[in-house]
C-alpha cells in the first residue's frame, strides 16, 4: 500500500479538471453529485461502462417504502429538486412484498394486512400480530424523525454515538416486541431484515432494524411505467444539473496531479478534481485496481460480501396469479443451499406486456476478494463455486414458477467491477447508524467516502440519505 502515485509533466498528460470527481455511480454517488451540482460545483461521475450497459433493472434497489409515512424516499427526490411529474410516477402500493417457500406466501404490507397474515400462517397469535405490528410502526415512525434531523456525517471530528433517547414519547431501539417475537414469525424478521439490509454479514443495529422492519408497514411503492425507473430517474436529474459523466471500459489509477487528486484512465486521459469523493465500496475499488497502485487509505480489512444478481425473462402467462412484484425467496423447508437473502423483482413494461424482466439476487457466502488465481476483473469473475451458487439462486426462481418451463429464460450478464451497488461491506464496531459517519478518507489529500458500510444497516433509505447528507457537507468544504 501507498498514498497516491504522483504524476510527473515528464508523462506527457493533459488534464480536465472539476470541483468534484466522484468515482462510483450507485445511488448515494447520485444524490451527493445532484447536490453539490446545486450548489454551484462542477461534478465529474466517473462510472463504469458495464454498470450502465446492462439491463437497467439489474442496478434498481429491491425495495422502495411507500410515503405514507413521509419517507427518505420522496424526502431525497425533493431535495434533489426532481420535478413533481417524475414523482408521481411512484405509486403507492398497498403490498409491500410477499415471503414464500413452497408452504408459505406470506403478505407483508399495511399494518392490518401484515397483522392478518400472520395470524392466518400460523406465525402468531392474533394479540401477539397486533402487538408486533403497532410497536414497529411506532420505532419506524421515531426513527424517520431521527434520520430527517440527523446530520448524519461529520469531515474531521470525533465521532459520535447518539443513545438510543427517545423520540417523542417513543424510546428509540428495537422494540420488546420485535426482539423477542413468536419463533415462528422470529424467522420471517430475520429473513425480511436480511434481504435489505445491505451489511455483509453483520446485523443492522437496533435502531437500524427497527426502521428497516417498520417501514415496510408503509406499504410499498413502485412503477407502473416502463423505465427509467429510481436509478434512471436520478441519474438523468444529474444530467439535467449539468453533472459530467465519464464511463471507463477498462482501469484506472487514483494519481496525485500537483497536490490534486485524480483518476487516471486506461486510455491515458487525466481527471483530476479539487475534491475526489469514493462513492463505490472501498473494496470493490481496491480489487480494480493494480496491487502495487492501491493507496493506504483503502488499506481497510473490512468483512465484505457481493450479492449475485441473475436476470430473466418471463412470459407473463407463466406468472402464478396473485404473486407480488417483489419477493423474498426462502429456502424449501428444512433445507439450505448456502445463499442468504434471496429476492425476486419483477419489473413490468407496459409497451412490453407478453413478457416481464426478472431480478434474483442472494448474497454468496464468500469474500469476493481474489484469492490467487485470478482478479475481481475476470469475467467470469475467479470466486470459487460461482457456478453452483448461479445454479442454486436459478432453482430458487424455477421451484417458484414450476410451470414456467421454457417460458422463463435466463439471459447473459456482465457484472460490474467495481461501480457496483451489490458490493456490500461490514462497518468497522461502534461505526453504523445512529453514530454519524466520517467523510474524510485521507488526511494528506482532499479524498472523501461515502461510506455506504456504515448506513447499510438501513438499506436504501441509508443510500439516499448518505448522499444527501454527504453532498451537502462536502458542498461546504468546497
Same mark, same amino acid.
Given at each position: 500500500?501507498?498514498?497516491?502515485?504522483?504524476?510527473?509533466?515528464?508523462?506527457?498528460?493533459?488534464?480536465?479538471?472539476?470541483?468534484?470527481?466522484?468515482?462510483?455511480?450507485?445511488?448515494?454517488?447520485?444524490?451527493? *453529485? =445532484?447536490? !453539490?451540482?446545486?450548489? +454551484?460545483? &462542477? %461534478?465529474?461521475?466517473?462510472?463504469?461502462?458495464?454498470?450502465? $450497459?446492462?439491463?437497467?433493472?439489474?442496478?434498481?434497489?429491491?425495495?422502495?417504502?411507500?410515503?405514507?409515512?413521509?419517507?427518505?424516499?420522496?424526502?431525497?427526490?425533493?431535495?434533489?429538486?426532481?420535478?413533481?411529474?417524475?414523482?408521481?410516477?411512484?405509486?403507492?402500493?398497498?403490498?409491500?412484498?410477499?415471503?414464500?417457500?413452497?408452504?408459505?406466501?406470506?403478505?407483508?404490507?399495511?399494518?392490518?394486512?401484515?397483522?392478518?397474515?400472520?395470524?392466518?400462517?400460523?406465525?402468531?397469535?392474533?394479540?401477539?400480530?397486533?402487538?408486533?405490528?403497532?410497536?414497529?410502526?411506532?420505532?419506524?415512525?421515531?426513527?424517520?424523525?431521527?434520520?430527517? *434531523? =440527523?446530520? !448524519?456525517?461529520?469531515? +474531521?471530528? &470525533? %465521532?459520535?454515538?447518539?443513545?438510543?433517547?427517545?423520540?417523542? $414519547?417513543?424510546?428509540?431501539?428495537?422494540?420488546?416486541?420485535?426482539?423477542?417475537?413468536?419463533?415462528?414469525?422470529?424467522?420471517?424478521?430475520?429473513?425480511?431484515?436480511?434481504?435489505?439490509?445491505?451489511?455483509?454479514?453483520?446485523?443492522?443495529?437496533?435502531?437500524?432494524?427497527?426502521?428497516?422492519?417498520?417501514?415496510?408497514?408503509?406499504?410499498?411503492?413502485?412503477?407502473?411505467?416502463?423505465?427509467?425507473?429510481?436509478?434512471?430517474?436520478?441519474?438523468?436529474?444529474?444530467?439535467?444539473?449539468?453533472?459530467?459523466?465519464?464511463?471507463?471500459?477498462?482501469?484506472?489509477?487514483?494519481?496525485?496531479?500537483?497536490?490534486?487528486?485524480?483518476?487516471?484512465?486506461?486510455?491515458?486521459?487525466?481527471?483530476?478534481? &479539487?475534491?475526489?469523493?469514493?462513492?463505490?465500496?472501498?473494496?470493490?475499488?481496491?480489487?480494480?485496481?493494480?496491487?502495487?497502485?492501491?493507496?493506504?487509505?483503502?488499506?481497510?480489512?473490512?468483512?465484505?460480501?457481493?450479492?449475485?444478481?441473475?436476470?430473466?425473462?418471463?412470459?407473463?402467462?407463466?406468472?402464478?396469479?396473485?404473486?407480488?412484484?417483489?419477493?423474498?425467496?426462502?429456502?424449501?423447508?428444512?433445507?439450505?443451499?448456502?445463499?442468504?437473502?434471496?429476492?425476486?423483482?419483477?419489473?413490468?413494461?407496459?409497451?412490453?406486456?407478453?413478457?416481464?424482466?426478472?431480478?434474483?439476487?442472494?448474497?454468496?457466502?464468500?469474500?469476493?476478494?481474489?484469492?490467487?488465481?485470478?482478479?475481481?476483473?475476470?469475467?467470469?469473475?475467479?470466486?470459487?463455486?460461482?457456478?453452483?451458487?448461479?445454479?442454486?439462486?436459478?432453482?430458487?426462481?424455477?421451484?417458484?414458477?414450476?410451470?414456467?418451463?421454457?417460458?422463463?429464460?435466463?439471459?447473459?450478464?456482465?457484472?460490474?467491477?467495481?461501480?457496483?451497488?451489490?458490493?456490500?461491506?461490514?462497518?468497522?464496531?461502534?461505526?453504523?447508524?445512529?453514530?454519524?459517519?466520517?467523510?474524510?478518507?485521507?488526511?494528506?489529500?482532499?479524498?472523501?467516502?461515502?461510506?455506504?458500510?456504515?448506513?447499510?444497516?438501513?438499506?436504501?433509505?441509508?443510500?439516499?440519505?448518505?448522499?444527501?447528507?454527504?453532498?451537502?457537507?462536502?458542498?461546504?468544504?468546497?
Amino acid at each position: 500500500m501507498s498514498a497516491l502515485r504522483p504524476v510527473s509533466r515528464s508523462e506527457g498528460l493533459s488534464a480536465r479538471r472539476w470541483d468534484a470527481l466522484i468515482l462510483g455511480s450507485g445511488v448515494a454517488g447520485l444524490v451527493a *453529485a =445532484s447536490r !453539490l451540482s446545486m450548489a +454551484g460545483h &462542477r %461534478v465529474l461521475v466517473v462510472e463504469e461502462d458495464r454498470a450502465q $450497459s446492462s439491463f437497467t433493472g439489474l442496478r434498481e434497489p429491491f425495495f422502495l417504502a411507500g410515503t405514507r409515512d413521509k419517507g427518505l424516499v420522496d424526502a431525497c427526490l425533493r431535495e434533489v429538486g426532481l420535478p413533481l411529474i417524475e414523482r408521481r410516477r411512484i405509486e403507492e402500493q398497498a403490498l409491500t412484498l410477499q415471503v414464500v417457500d413452497r408452504a408459505l406466501r406470506l403478505d407483508v404490507g399495511l399494518p392490518d394486512v401484515t397483522a392478518s397474515e400472520l395470524v392466518a400462517w400460523d406465525l402468531a397469535k392474533p394479540d401477539e400480530a397486533k402487538g408486533l405490528v403497532r410497536a414497529l410502526v411506532e420505532a419506524a415512525e421515531a426513527e424517520r424523525r431521527a434520520m430527517l *434531523a =440527523s446530520p !448524519l456525517v461529520r469531515i +474531521g471530528r &470525533r %465521532v459520535t454515538r447518539h443513545a438510543p433517547g427517545a423520540q417523542g $414519547s417513543h424510546v428509540r431501539g428495537l422494540p420488546a416486541e420485535a426482539a423477542n417475537p413468536p419463533e415462528e414469525a422470529g424467522l420471517v424478521l430475520h429473513a425480511l431484515t436480511r434481504a435489505l439490509s445491505n451489511l455483509a454479514t453483520g446485523a443492522p443495529s437496533p435502531e437500524a432494524r427497527a426502521r428497516l422492519l417498520g417501514s415496510l408497514l408503509s406499504g410499498g411503492a413502485g412503477f407502473e411505467s416502463g423505465p427509467p425507473w429510481l436509478s434512471g430517474l436520478l441519474h438523468q436529474r444529474a444530467r439535467g444539473l449539468r453533472v459530467d459523466f465519464r464511463s471507463l471500459s477498462g482501469g484506472f489509477e487514483l494519481v496525485d496531479n500537483g497536490g490534486e487528486p485524480g483518476v487516471l484512465t486506461g486510455d491515458g486521459h487525466l481527471l483530476v478534481g &479539487r475534491m475526489l469523493i469514493l462513492a463505490a465500496p472501498g473494496t470493490a475499488i481496491a480489487c480494480a485496481l493494480p496491487g502495487d497502485a492501491r493507496p493506504d487509505f483503502l488499506a481497510c480489512e473490512r468483512v465484505a460480501r457481493r450479492r449475485l444478481s441473475l436476470h430473466f425473462t418471463c412470459k407473463t402467462t407463466a406468472l402464478p396469479e396473485g404473486m407480488a412484484d417483489r419477493l423474498i425467496l426462502q429456502p424449501e423447508s428444512g433445507g439450505s443451499d448456502g445463499l442468504e437473502g434471496a429476492t425476486l423483482t419483477v419489473h413490468r413494461d407496459p409497451e412490453m406486456p407478453e413478457a416481464a424482466d426478472l431480478v434474483a439476487r442472494a448474497v454468496l457466502p464468500i469474500d469476493p476478494r481474489p484469492t490467487g488465481g485470478g482478479d475481481a476483473s475476470d469475467d467470469p469473475p475467479a470466486w470459487p463455486d460461482l457456478l453452483v451458487w448461479e445454479a442454486a439462486l436459478e432453482a430458487r426462481v424455477r421451484a417458484l414458477l414450476r410451470f414456467a418451463g421454457r417460458k422463463l429464460t435466463r439471459r447473459k450478464t456482465r457484472r460490474p467491477v467495481w461501480d457496483d451497488d451489490d458490493w456490500l461491506e461490514d462497518p468497522p464496531p461502534g461505526h453504523s447508524w445512529p453514530a454519524e459517519i466520517d467523510l474524510r478518507a485521507s488526511a494528506r489529500r482532499p479524498v472523501y467516502r461515502l461510506d455506504r458500510g456504515s448506513i447499510a444497516g438501513l438499506g436504501l433509505e441509508g443510500d439516499l440519505l448518505l448522499g444527501w447528507r454527504g453532498g451537502d457537507a462536502l458542498a461546504s468544504e468546497l
